[in-house]
């Protein structure tokens, strides 16, 4: 996941002695963060550089690192599966129930729970169906593989950490590192990398049952065929296996600001945050700095309650409204971003090679 405006929003919640891990969890342990670092965009056919985006501190976090720091010292509970939403009738608590029959009770519940959230399904006023996320006529295979140590080496010479291609058949890429914590084995890496392309509602339909081979197969050939230069020509044409774990997704999003997105906060007991509020694209790189300013802003709103300053109500509106404001523009933007992206005669025109992965103003 990258991070990069959000940092100082993510330093503030942690604390020192958290973010003084921050290194630990990126996918090369060994490669600090620049100050200042570059994004390179490059013609996917030729291989020469079309455009960059400048990015202060740019992090790359394994998720599972990243959650494994962050849930320290939290009693986290696992393999809880929300089933339904209830609340006091003297408008004080909420109480969330889940399918193994316990529930939790408190006085506000954050719906943080991704892209599929159940609980923007339960809250959501015009009911499950404006809560399901759009789909959207682009979808990607990502890829994640090791190679010998010279094939690794070879890899990582085009850039340690990151590339990104715009194709003139209308793909789009990325290449990066996964996992480089052995700096002397470079067997070990592990690289990711996929190729994202247009395809219809139906298509996105006809393959749904793929098994992870077929997928590999097609990412493949899409890669043989574009032709793709290094380093996805070489990644593609050096994997030595047919079962290769793979991971497909057809893109999505939500805008919190539609007509029909709102949702009933129940004078404040309940509220979302982070994807299940704002499911956005990636190409623009947006989506965990959002959800740490999310956290940030839910954190300053629930403290004014228990100070006094504000009715609880009227905290988690005035977040809302920030956030559904901030957030949602960058909903739509991002979605313009990769629909742009995908399109060999706007992709130069696109924010993210006008404007780069800063937050906008």
């Known amino acids: 996941m990258g991070l990069h405006w959000g940092a100082p929003v993510l330093r503030s919640l942690i604390g020192e002695d958290a ?4 290194q630990s969890v990126q996918v090369d342990p060994n490669e600090p963060s620049k100050h200042l670092d570059s994004l390179f965009f490059l013609n996917g056919l030729t291989g020469e550089k079309m455009g960059e985006a400048t990015v202060d501190y740019f992090y790359r976090l394994r998720r599972s690192k990243l959650r494994d720091l962050l849930s320290k010292d939290i009693d986290v509970r696992f393999n ?3 089933t339904n939403i209830t609340y006091s009738d003297d408008g004080r608590l909420v109480t969330a129930h889940f399918e193994d029959g316990t529930s939790s009770t408190g006085r506000i519940l954050i719906g943080a ?3 599929r959230s159940v609980v923007r399904k339960l809250v959501v006023k015009a009911g499950p169906e404006a809560a399901e996320s759009r789909r959207l006529p682009i979808c990607a295979t990502f890829i994640h593989a090791r190679y010998t140590a010279e094939q690794a080496v070879a890899l990582r010479k085009h850039h340690p950490l990151y ?3 715009i194709h003139p058949r209308g793909y789009f890429s990325f290449f990066g590192m996964q996992d480089g914590s052995d700096a002397t084995r470079p067997e070990t890496w592990t690289f990711f990398f996929y190729i994202s392309w247009r395809a219809s509602l139906a298509e996105q339909d006809a393959s749904a049952d793929w098994s992870d081979a077929a997928r590999l197969a ?5 890669a043989a065929d574009a032709p793709y230069a290094d380093p996805w020509r070489s990644a593609y044409a050096w994997i030595d296996t ?8 057809a893109m999505t999003d939500w805008d919190p600001a539609a007509p029909d997105h709102g949702w009933d906060s ?3 007991r309940v509220t979302l945050a982070g994807d299940a509020a704002h499911t956005m694209t990636y190409q623009r790189g947006q989506g965990l700095n959002h959800s740490v300013t999310d956290a940030a802003k839910l954190l300053a709103a629930v403290q004014s309650v228990l100070r006094g300053d504000v009715a609880q109500d009227e905290a988690v509106a005035k977040y809302e409204e920030e956030m559904i404001a901030r957030a949602g523009e960058e909903v739509r933007m991002s979605t313009n971003n990769t629909l742009m992206l995908h399109d060999w005669d706007k992709a130069i025109q696109s924010p993210v090679m006008k404007k780069g992965m800063n937050r906008q103003k």
């Not at 047919?242 to 497909?248: E, F, I, S």
């Open 266 to 268: 129940r004078g404040g």
């Open 19 to 22: 973010w003084s891990h921050i």
């Open 113 to 115: 729970d991704g892209a």
């Open 163 to 165: 590339l990104a291609a």
């Open 80 to 82: 809880k599966r929300l």
């Open 242 to 249: 047919d079962d290769l774990p793979v991971w497909y997704m």
């Open 218 to 222: 097609q990412a493949r050939a899409l």
